[in-house]
């Protein structure tokens, strides 16, 4: 089984998101749990605002709830391999 490192995200990882987007991209496939990701390919700055604004309880609007981001990267070669979003509470 692969060994999985988790990580906040962090403004250093962009070039690691752009290949991670562009995979999923080229292969036509849907990413889901990633916090909208796919909607910033060319703006992670403004996805990393968006996913630290979502852990900030007093800054959720509407039916927004608290979340924490995680990339999940392979540990033999460093790969960013997915996305874990964890709601901290549930809506309807």
Do not use: C
Request: hydrophobic share 35%; charged share 30%.
């Amino acid at each position: 089984m692969e060994k999985l490192i988790l990580l906040s995200p962090e403004l250093k990882h962009e070039k690691d998101v752009d290949e991670y987007v562009k995979e999923f991209i080229e292969n036509s496939s849907e990413i889901f749990g990633s916090a909208n990701i796919q909607k910033y390919v060319n703006n992670y700055t403004e996805w990393f605002k968006k996913i630290e604004n979502g852990i900030n309880y007093w800054n959720i609007n509407g039916d927004n709830i608290p979340t924490s981001t995680y990339f999940a990267f392979r540990k033999k070669d460093e790969k960013l391999i997915g996305t874990i979003n964890i709601r901290h509470r549930l809506n309807d």
